[in-house]
């Protein structure tokens, strides 16, 4: 049996994301089926630890596909010429995409919907693309992948998708994740944040993100408890449409001194940070999944996220959820967790077994349930 798999997102100390959703099924099935010959489908040159096995054949496609008008060369002509060279008895895409030019089995896995969502935080031409293929794209699909429940149900409210051909494929965390040791808390504080304690929010700056809405909570919460030495440390990069709503915001607040931005960060320095953080805040205003949730309950750190969509059901009952929309329910929030140390406690024990059902040995038995119904 001949497996081809779109691999664009193995991207070398690039694996955010799908990207990483990606590399830690595919690492698994891969190993786990020897009898299947899976080619994977790259549109630049590889890294060889993207080679898991002896069963792997990669292909370098042309053009390498980064925009509109490239991912349709890529998808529409690259890859249904590449199918039909190496006789490929299935398609699989992990990252959203499908091709409508090809008559072979196809799996595709759907991790959100934000640009339906959100249609003016991304580019016009990127936009526009979605809108007009997402929904051709799972109709071509004969098997779907979502990583959530609400990512199904809004494919099924947007697409009118047929319920019965679409999985849950939840993500995992990654074992970078993990407790430390009060020595090791203060050692990642004196190095990043002078020695205070700090809340956190892994996440890149994006319209959908609400980091504005974040700034201006962690601001009232310096406000209202001048006594509190915590800083605010964001790690991401700016994204498309955050630049200056971002930007003012900061300029705008009276405690902007408290605020760390660190851009992108390595994955095993982004861990550390977490494990050393007070809490996590993560109050996102839409997410397929919302992995930084998971992330912060393995480090055993409390979650204060928000109560809406895919990140209240990855949650449960494991965080401090809040509105976020009011900058005064995320601010008292903040506050709680710093002062009801009973309660902080306790997230920080049902985060532990919360995140128990995200691994990625988990994700990888899920995602084969699901493409094995594809054969016959």
């Known amino acids: 049996m001949r497996v081809a798999v779109n691999t664009r997102l193995l991207l070398p100390n690039k694996l955010e994301g799908i990207g990483r959703f990606s590399y830690e099924v595919l690492k698994r099935i891969v190993a786990a089926h020897p009898e299947i010959e899976f080619h994977f489908l790259f549109d630049r040159p590889f890294s060889e630890e993207f080679i898991f096995a002896k069963n792997i054949v990669p292909h370098v496609l042309f053009p390498p596909a980064r925009h509109p008008f490239l991912w349709y060369a890529y998808f529409e ?20 995409y499908a091709t409508l030019r090809s008559d072979i089995p196809q799996h595709l896995t759907i991790h959100d919907l934000a640009f339906e969502h959100f249609p003016k935080a991304v580019p016009f031409l990127v936009n526009q693309y979605y809108r007009y293929y997402v929904p051709r794209f799972a109709k071509q699909a004969n098997r779907i992948a979502c990583v959530s429940e609400f990512t199904k149900n809004d494919l099924i409210q ?13 993500n ?3 074992e970078y994740f993990k407790p430390l040791h ?30 504005p809405a974040l700034l ?15 800083q605010l440390i964001l790690v991401g990069n700016f994204m498309y449409g955050s630049d200056n709503a971002v930007s003012q915001t900061i300029q705008q607040m009276r405690h902007k001194h408290s605020l760390i931005l660190t851009g992108s960060l390595a994955h095993d320095t982004i861990a550390s940070l977490v494990g ?3 809490a996590t805040a993560y109050v ?5 999944f919302g992995i930084p949730i998971i992330e912060s ?30 900058i005064t329910s995320i601010a008292d929030a903040m506050a709680r967790i710093i002062q009801d140390n009973t309660y902080s406690k306790q997230l920080i024990e049902k985060g532990l077994i919360r995140q128990q059902q995200f691994t990625w040995d988990n994700s990888a038995i899920q995602y084969w349930n699901s493409v094995s119904q594809l054969f016959p």
Request: charged share 20%.
């Open 77 to 96: 002509w690259a890859i249904p010429k590449k199918l039909k060279e190496i006789k490929a008895d299935y398609f699989w895409s992990t990252d959203g």
């Open 158 to 170: 947007q697409y009118h998708t047929d319920a019965n051909k679409i999985d849950i494929v939840y």
């Open 172 to 174: 995992g965390v990654s």
């Open 182 to 211: 009060p020595a090791e808390q203060e050692a990642i504080q004196q190095k990043y944040s002078k020695g205070l304690p700090y809340f956190i929010c892994v996440s890149s700056i994006h319209p959908r993100k609400n980091i």
């Open 216 to 230: 201006q909570a962690f601001d009232l919460f310096k406000t209202q408890h001048p006594n509190a030495p915590h």
């Open 276 to 278: 050393a953080a007070t």
């Open 284 to 288: 996102s205003l839409f997410e397929g």
């Open 297 to 326: 309950m393995r480090a055993g750190v409390p979650v204060i996220t928000s109560a809406a969509n895919a990140m209240q059901e990855v949650a449960g009952d494991a965080a401090l959820l809040v509105d976020p929309t009011n």
